[in-house]
């Protein structure tokens, strides 16, 4: 009897790679003479990233900025989840993006249901913020993985697959 072949689908980023990511931006905004004068900081923190400048146009600069480190250290925008931006003292202004890291139970329930529905003969199981899915073919897992990448752009957080055994 074949045994059972299954991998991980999980939500997860580099925070070093991130980290990385602020100190260049921070460099970059330091050194550009239109963002020179701004004051802007970025202050990262373990669950989020907090941006604060002199205006809205130097903080669609910085965000800009931010988001090119980000795609040259192959991290994904899904990750930030920005939230409304907001007037602070001093007429600056502020805001605040959330990271996303693991699989909420909506959209592993949502993920389930796409590969049963696509896939009838697999059994994708919730595992707190991991979605595991077992088959006896591999060439079902691979195709699995295959149609999870493709529906990457419905899907609001990245996905890595990890564990494939």
Do not use: C, W
């Amino acid at each position: 009897m074949a045994a059972e072949n299954s991998f991980d689908v999980v939500s997860d980023f580099d925070h070093q790679e991130l980290v990385n990511a602020v100190d260049q931006a921070l460099r970059e905004i330091n050194t550009r003479y239109d963002l020179k004068d701004t004051r802007t900081t970025l202050e990262l923190s373990k669950t989020d990233l907090a941006i604060t400048t002199d205006n809205e146009l130097s903080l669609r600069s910085v965000r800009d900025i931010l988001e090119t480190k980000m795609l040259r250290r192959q991290l994904s925008l899904k990750i930030l989840d920005y939230g409304k931006m907001q007037d602070v003292s001093g007429g600056r202004v502020a805001q605040t993006a959330t990271l996303r890291k693991g699989i909420n139970s909506e959209l592993a329930k949502k993920l389930a249901k796409m590969i049963r529905d696509a896939f009838p003969k697999v059994q994708p199981r919730i595992q707190g913020e991991i979605l595991r899915v077992t088959s006896k073919s591999r060439d079902e897992l691979q195709a699995i993985m295959q149609f999870l990448r493709e529906a990457q752009d419905t899907i609001e957080v990245p996905l890595q697959f990890t564990n494939y055994r």
